[in-house]
C-alpha cells in the first residue's frame, strides 16, 4: 500500500519529520524515500522542485496526488487510512479540540523558534541588532513557559490529554528541535519529561534523524 508513496525529506528537518512519524503511526512503511542534504542544495533540486515549486522539503506524494505541507500531509495520511494503525485523531470532542488547538498553536511556537535559531542566517550581517537578539530571545522564553504550563495542567502524558494523536506527530518534532539546539532540560521539566517519554516511541525511535545520531546538538537556546 505505501509502495504508491513517495517522501522527498531532509535530516533534522520538523515538517519532514512529522510526515514520517505520521507515516510510521499508520504502520505505511516500505514506501519509497529519499534523504536529500540541504547543506548541498539538493532541496533545490530539480526532482525536488517538480512536486515542490518553492523548493523545500518534505515534497510527499501519494499516487498522483502531492502534498508538501506537512500539516497536510499528516491529516490527510489519519483521513486515508483511518482504520489502520494508531487512531490519530481522537473521538473525544474535548481532547479532539485540543489537539487542533495545540497543532496550530504550535505553528506560532516554530516561528519564535526559527527566528532565533535562524537569525544569523536569515538577517544579513549589517543589519543585525543585539537588541533583536535579546527581543527574540525573550519572545521565545516567554512562549517555551507558556508550553511548560500548559503540559503542568494536561491531564494525561501526551500533548492533548491521554492519547497520543496528531498534536504530538506535529508537535514532538519541534520540542525534539528545542532541545537538539540546546534548550535547558532542567529550567523546562515538563517539556523535558515529554521530550524524553516519547523518545522510545517507536514512530519516533525508528524516524530519528539521522545526522542528530551522527553529531552532538548545538548550543544555541543554552541561555533562553
Not at 27 to 48: A, I, R
Not at 75 to 100: H, R, V, W
Amino acid at each position: 500500500m505505501a509502495k504508491d508513496m513517495t517522501l522527498l525529506w531532509g535530516s533534522g528537518s520538523p515538517p519532514c519529520w512529522r510526515v514520517m512519524i505520521a507515516l510510521e503511526e499508520k504502520n505505511l512503511q516500505g514506501y519509497n524515500q529519499k534523504l536529500l542534504d540541504f547543506s548541498k542544495g539538493e532541496h533545490k533540486s530539480p526532482e525536488v522542485m517538480a512536486m515542490n515549486p518553492r523548493g523545500q522539503l518534505p515534497a510527499f506524494k501519494h499516487k498522483d496526488l502531492v502534498l508538501n505541507e506537512s500539516y497536510g500531509a499528516c491529516m490527510y495520511l489519519e483521513n486515508q487510512f483511518k482504520s489502520q494503525g494508531t487512531k490519530l485523531i481522537p473521538d473525544c470532542p474535548a481532547e479532539q479540540a485540543m489537539m487542533y488547538q495545540r497543532m496550530f498553536e504550535f505553528l506560532t511556537f516554530g516561528q519564535k523558534m526559527g527566528d532565533v535559531i535562524y537569525y544569523t542566517y536569515k538577517v544579513p550581517e549589517g543589519e543585525r541588532h543585539d537588541c533583536a537578539v535579546k527581543r527574540n530571545k525573550e519572545a521565545l522564553t516567554t512562549e517555551i513557559k507558556l508550553w511548560e504550563g500548559y503540559l503542568q495542567k494536561e491531564s494525561g502524558p501526551f500533548m492533548a490529554g491521554k492519547t497520543f494523536s496528531l498534536a504530538d506527530v506535529t508537535v514532538y518534532p519541534g520540542i525534539a528541535y528545542l532541545f537538539h539546539f540546546g534548550l535547558c532540560e532542567e529550567r523546562y521539566p515538563k517539556l523535558a519529561a515529554y521530550y524524553n517519554s516519547l523518545k522510545v516511541r517507536p514512530s519516533i525511535k525508528t524516524s530519528w534523524p539521522p545526522t542528530w545520531l551522527e553529531s552532538q546538538g548545538q548550543d544555541t537556546l543554552k541561555d533562553v
